[in-house]
């Protein structure tokens, strides 16, 4: 089975510029988190999304938004980007949601924001 | 925020030598959860503890839970070079859904 795919792997861009990324689940996985992982914060929740629904956000500005299609594969869009944006983006899908699933990372977009 | 704070940051050992990695959280958890990241790649799922257990086992690895101390451990037994990466652990809420809050991780070294 193929693993979880993110496109693209690196992204360069400018300031106020806005960004979407993609991910593809495992076949039949449902549920597709995302993490946004800096240096100085770590790793932090973005959203997940299950069967199309945002199931949980994370403390975020609405500047980040996702969704989910109905093939459960998931974008997140980033509007009016800014320094700080500059991170790895890591999305994980489960078989369905919930606390005790094991989640799959993809290899992650890497974002530079100038 | 974070919910987990690993300890130590950083451990180097020799290869063979046994590495453990400390945990400790805030709330109460559903479950807790350990992650292995090579070089800034995408994370490895290790092993999963619930709330109600104590100590795992899996290959080489062994975690222990105290949910008292609210405290985990990541003992991996006779280090390898290819053991050396960051580790993480993650722990579960109690609320629907698949959020996990992530520590800020320990960076372990392996040298042959």
């Known amino acids: 089975k193929a693993g979880v795919t993110q496109t693209p792997r690196y992204l360069i861009k400018t300031r106020g510029q806005q960004v979407t990324l993609s991910c593809s689940p495992i076949?039949?996985?449902?549920?597709v988190s995302w993490y946004q992982q800096t240096p100085g914060q770590g790793l932090q929740f973005l959203f997940e999304?299950?069967?199309?629904?945002?199931?949980n956000k994370g403390n975020f500005p609405g500047r980040f938004s996702g969704r989910q299609f109905s093939n459960s594969r998931s974008e997140m869009n980033v509007s009016t980007l800014e320094l700080g944006d500059s991170a790895l983006y890591l999305c994980a899908s489960s078989l369905v949601s919930g606390p005790a699933e094991t989640q799959y990372f993809g290899p992650g977009t890497r974002l530079l924001v100038l | 925020s974070q919910q987990g704070e690993e300890d130590p940051q950083a451990l180097s050992i020799q290869e063979g030598e046994n590495a453990t990695m400390n945990c400790s959280y805030k709330t109460s958890i559903n479950n807790l959860q350990w992650y292995r990241q090579n070089s800034g790649r995408g994370l490895v799922h290790l092993i999963l503890i619930r709330s109600n257990e104590r100590e795992k086992h899996s290959g080489r690895l062994r975690v222990t839970l105290d949910t008292s101390k609210k405290s985990s451990s990541l003992l991996i037994t006779a280090s390898r070079a290819a053991d050396t990466a960051s580790y993480f652990c993650a722990t579960a809420g109690h609320k629907a859904g698949t959020a996990l809050i992530f520590g800020k991780g320990t960076t372990l070294s392996v040298s042959s």
């Open positions: 076949s039949g996985h449902r549920s």
């Open positions: 999304y299950f069967s199309e629904t945002q199931r």
